[in-house]
């Protein structure tokens, strides 16, 4: 993160961002504007027509889809994903006061997938 690149040290003194902290330290300079807008799941669904099945004489119904999960989040949040997910650490680190730190969890997985589902 260039946040962290950038901190405050003595060879980057005019720097204004905070100085490298001791671990388990929280600050204000952590806080940040997590709203979001996600494109959640999204499904397309095809439904065959009867008329076009008749001439089989063994499927009565068709529908074929594409589904896809976690496609898009709209954010202007720096992390991987702005919905705190994770209660990582041990001891004072999954207390009340840092339920909602990002401890760099890892983003939702995108997923497709692809079917068909056919009526006998």
């Given at each position: 993160m260039d946040f962290y690149k950038?901190?405050?040290t003595l060879d980057n003194p005019?720097?204004?961002?905070y100085a490298d902290m001791s671990f388990g330290t929280m600050s204000?300079?952590?806080?940040?504007?997590?709203?979001?807008?996600r494109l959640k799941t999204v499904r397309l669904t095809y439904?065959?027509?009867s008329r076009w099945l008749e001439k089989t004489h063994v499927i009565r119904g068709l529908k074929v889809y594409i589904a896809g999960d976690n496609l898009y989040t709209f954010t202007k949040y720096s992390g991987y994903d702005p919905e705190i997910h994770t209660a990582q650490g041990a001891g004072s680190m999954?207390?009340?006061?840092?339920?909602?730190?990002?401890y760099g969890a890892f983003p939702l997985a995108r997923t497709f997938s692809i079917g068909a589902n056919f009526e006998f």
């Open positions: 950038n901190r405050w005019t720097s204004t961002q204000s300079a952590f806080v940040e504007d997590a709203s979001f807008l439904t065959f027509p999954t207390g009340v006061l840092t339920s909602g730190f990002d």
